[in-house]
């Protein structure tokens, strides 16, 4: 679960754009402890900690500890992942137009993977 914790900690200040000295600053946590929660011994923080932590993100403890967010009562979908969160926020602010051809590249390289991998299985 630490392992968990600290992979997601480092992709939501990467997504961010944020430092461990800024997190710190804004969370009133220890940079030297926000260090630990991101280092290779990977604690965790006691529970007060990660709900500042949390609260300075924008997420839930539960995402931060696990990587689900089953707290969210609207309907908008949440993404786990920075990146699929990124990518979401950039095709929002596409045309109509460009947002179809994203789809059409995305859907080309869906079939393209599937056929790659049915090759693949028969040819192993």
Do not use: C, W
């Not at 600290?6 to 944020?18: A, M, P, T």
């Not at 926000?34 to 932590?53: F, H, T, W």
């Not at 609260?55 to 089953?70: H, K, S, W």
């Amino acid at each position: 679960m630490e392992r968990i914790f600290r992979k997601i900690l480092r992709d939501e200040l990467d997504y961010q754009g944020l430092t461990v000295k800024e997190l710190a600053a804004k969370s009133s946590v220890a940079k030297g402890a926000i260090d630990s929660y991101l280092g290779k011994q990977a604690s965790m923080p006691p529970a007060d900690v990660a709900v500042r932590i949390a609260a300075t993100l924008g997420v839930t403890v539960e995402y931060l500890v696990n990587g689900q967010d089953g707290s969210r009562e609207t309907p908008v979908p949440f993404f786990s992942s920075p990146k699929k969160r990124l990518m979401l926020h950039i095709f929002d602010e596409l045309v109509s137009e460009d947002q179809k051809l994203v789809l059409d590249f995305v859907k080309l390289l869906k079939k393209n993977r599937e056929e790659g991998d049915m090759r693949q299985n028969f040819i192993g």
